[in-house]
């Protein structure tokens, strides 16, 4: 028997500042306050879970254990990516994550955290944050210390198709009314460093991290541009948006048919428009926007046929 494409049920999120958007998706949301979809998700906070084949019912994190085979017997003692789609119907927080090292010794063995952001869709004039002007440690800390947000924090303007590379040691946020599907390190360390003294749901503050946030900022702040690299593969058009050490990113355009080689040991495919069908040897199978399907080692070749626009990641 051939392999098949796994398609996933994902973990939804509840957050302060977390909205509808999601059920754009014909997703059941939990709440008018749903903030996260882990799509691709393998860890302690949430597993997401096959929902086709003979892995029906089994998590990501339980075939990533004991059905290595999925993977081309990768090694690691946990699955390396997290997908996410976010909808921030409000601000999120200002942010730092650290990377390996730091985690792993203060974090109780946890992955550092390098990201980035496919802009799905957002408001006119949306903004995120995207680094800082501090041009020393000690201004940086002299900066906080005064509150002077407005001059530290830079803003940048985004629109829809925008993509946007988060290292660790970057300060960042995404601003109110932006939707994006967000490609990870499967961590979930994230030092808050300013929420605009918002209050919670129990009328409290939310906890600040600010000795660590301090302490894993890159300073002075690198904004780092990436080279777009594009791949015509018969009506698929393939866009390469970044490779870095810890995954690789895409974004396919499909407007017809196209035959396909998997040269990777895995790939994670989440729709983020439109429709089609995937043909892998015996199997085919019916996709559609937000659906999210995990093609597995073993599938060498495959067809597309329809009009869709997927993020495509792996390592």
Same mark, same amino acid.
């Given at each position: 028997?051939?392999?098949?494409?796994?398609?996933?049920?994902?973990?939804?999120?509840?957050?302060?500042?977390?909205?509808?958007?999601?059920?754009?998706?014909?997703? /059941?949301?939990?709440?008018?306050?749903?903030?996260?979809?882990?799509?691709?998700?393998?860890?302690?906070?949430?597993q997401?879970?096959?929902?086709?084949?003979?892995?029906? !019912?089994?998590?990501?994190?339980?075939?990533?254990?004991?059905?290595?085979?999925?993977?081309?017997?990768?090694?690691?003692?946990?699955?390396?990516?997290?997908?996410?789609?976010?909808?921030?119907?409000?601000?999120?927080?200002?942010?730092?994550? =650290?990377?390996?090292e730091?985690?792993?010794?203060?974090?109780?063995?946890?992955?550092?955290?390098?990201?980035?952001?496919?802009?799905?869709?957002?408001? /006119?004039?949306?903004? @995120?944050?995207?680094?800082?002007?501090?041009?020393?440690?000690?201004? %940086?800390?002299?900066?906080?210390?005064?509150?002077?947000?407005?001059?530290?924090?830079?803003?940048?303007?985004?629109?829809?198709?925008?993509?946007i590379?988060?290292?660790?040691?970057?300060?960042?946020?995404?601003?109110?009314?932006?939707?994006?599907?967000?490609?990870?390190?499967?961590?979930?360390?994230?030092?808050?460093?300013?929420?605009?003294?918002?209050?919670n749901?129990?009328?409290?503050?939310?906890?600040?991290?600010?000795?660590?946030?301090?302490e894993?900022i890159?300073?002075?702040?690198?904004?780092?541009?990436?080279?777009?690299?594009?791949?015509?593969?018969?009506?698929?058009?393939?866009?390469?948006l970044?490779?870095?050490?810890?995954?690789?990113?895409?974004?396919?355009? %499909?407007?017809?048919?196209?035959?396909?080689?998997q040269? /990777? =040991?895995?790939?994670?495919?989440?729709? @983020?428009?439109?429709?089609?069908r995937?043909?892998?040897?015996?199997?085919?199978?019916?996709?559609?926007?937000?659906?999210?399907?995990?093609?597995?080692? !073993?599938?060498?070749?495959?067809?597309?046929?329809?009009?869709?626009?997927?993020?495509?990641?792996?390592?």
């Amino acid at each position: 028997m051939t392999a098949e494409p796994l398609f996933f049920k994902p973990v939804f999120k509840e957050r302060i500042w977390g909205g509808t958007a999601l059920s754009a998706f014909d997703y /059941k949301i939990p709440s008018e306050r749903t903030g996260e979809c882990w799509a691709f998700a393998a860890h302690k906070n949430g597993q997401s879970v096959v929902q086709n084949g003979v892995y029906q !019912g089994v998590t990501l994190g339980e075939l990533w254990e004991h059905h290595r085979h999925l993977f081309g017997h990768l090694e690691g003692d946990r699955f390396p990516l997290l997908t996410k789609i976010l909808d921030a119907d409000q601000d999120l927080s200002v942010q730092v994550h =650290p990377n390996d090292e730091f985690a792993k010794k203060r974090e109780n063995g946890e992955l550092g955290k390098t990201e980035c952001w496919y802009i799905i869709d957002c408001q /006119k004039d949306a903004e @995120i944050i995207y680094g800082h002007n501090a041009k020393t440690k000690e201004e %940086l800390i002299t900066m906080i210390e005064l509150g002077e947000w407005d001059e530290l924090l830079r803003r940048v303007k985004v629109k829809p198709g925008d993509f946007i590379y988060v290292p660790s040691g970057t300060v960042h946020a995404i601003g109110k009314g932006i939707l994006v599907l967000e490609t990870q390190q499967n961590s979930d360390t994230t030092y808050r460093l300013y929420d605009y003294e918002r209050k919670n749901a129990e009328g409290k503050m939310r906890e600040l991290h600010l000795e660590k946030s301090i302490e894993v900022i890159n300073v002075p702040s690198n904004q780092e541009q990436q080279t777009v690299h594009y791949k015509q593969t018969d009506d698929l058009l393939a866009a390469t948006l970044i490779k870095c050490p810890y995954f690789s990113v895409e974004k396919w355009d %499909l407007s017809g048919s196209a035959s396909l080689k998997q040269q /990777k =040991p895995f790939l994670l495919v989440s729709v @983020i428009e439109g429709e089609g069908r995937i043909f892998t040897g015996e199997h085919e199978n019916y996709f559609k926007k937000g659906d999210h399907m995990l093609l597995p080692y !073993g599938i060498e070749e495959f067809k597309l046929s329809g009009h869709a626009k997927c993020i495509v990641s792996n390592l």
